[in-house]
C-alpha cells in the first residue's frame, strides 16, 4: 500500500475470481473484468470497509470475500457516511446486516492462506471507482462503496437494496448533500 494524495493506493489482488452464483453460466461467461483491482485509490475510511468485509469473510469461514461481506463492513462505524447515507434514507444497519444473515451460511472450517475476489466484488469495486469519478473524487470513499454496491441489481445486495425500496440514485443525493468528512 502506497500513500498520494492525503489516501492510500491499495493492491488488492487476486489469482482467482470465484464464480458469483447468482449468475447464469451464460451471463458469468459474457462479463468481463480486468484480472484486479490495483490502482484504486482509497481513503482510509473505504480502506477500513475493506478490511471489515475480510473479518466478515473470517467470521464465516467463507474462502472468499463477496461483495455482501463489503456491505456488511461498511456498517461498523456508526459517524462513517454509509451508515449517515442509511440513517437518513429511514435504514438502520441492523436491518441490512439481518437481510444479509438470512441469506448466507457459514462455511465449515477456518480457511488459510489467500481470499479469493467473488466477480461481484470485483464489479461492486469498479462501479464504486466509476461513482467516485462520476463525483469528481480523486479517492473511493466509503460512502461510493456503498453507491458501488446500490448499484447491483443481482445477487444478496440487490436483493437487500430491492427489499429496502433504496437505489442509487437516492444514495448518490445524500453524498452530494454530505458535508465534507475526514479520510
Do not use: W
Not at 453507491?147 to 437516492?170: E, H, K
Request: net charge negative; with cysteine.
Amino acid at each position: 500500500m502506497s500513500k498520494q494524495q492525503g489516501g492510500y493506493r491499495c493492491h488488492l489482488i487476486s489469482s482467482q475470481v470465484l464464480p458469483d452464483s447468482s449468475l447464469s453460466e451464460q451471463e458469468q461467461i459474457h462479463r468481463t473484468e480486468p484480472d484486479s483491482i490495483e490502482g484504486i485509490l482509497f481513503t482510509h475510511q473505504a480502506r477500513k470497509a475493506l478490511t471489515h468485509a475480510q473479518e466478515k469473510a473470517n467470521s464465516f469461514f467463507h474462502n472468499y470475500i463477496d461483495s455482501y461481506h463489503l456491505l456488511l463492513g461498511l456498517f461498523q462505524d456508526p459517524h462513517d457516511a454509509p451508515t449517515i447515507i442509511m440513517r437518513h434514507l429511514g435504514i438502520n444497519a441492523e436491518q441490512i446486516t439481518n437481510m444479509i444473515l438470512a441469506s448466507i451460511h457459514p462455511g465449515q472450517a477456518i480457511t488459510l492462506g489467500e481470499k479469493h475476489f467473488t466477480k461481484s466484488f470485483r464489479t461492486a469495486i469498479f462501479q464504486t471507482a466509476e461513482e467516485a469519478q462520476k463525483l469528481n473524487q480523486a479517492e473511493v470513499g466509503s460512502e461510493h462503496l456503498l453507491l458501488g454496491l446500490s448499484r447491483t441489481p443481482f445477487g444478496i445486495n440487490g436483493s437487500v437494496f430491492l427489499r429496502l425500496g433504496i437505489t442509487a440514485d437516492q444514495i448518490r443525493d445524500q453524498i452530494q448533500q454530505l458535508p465534507p468528512l475526514s479520510s
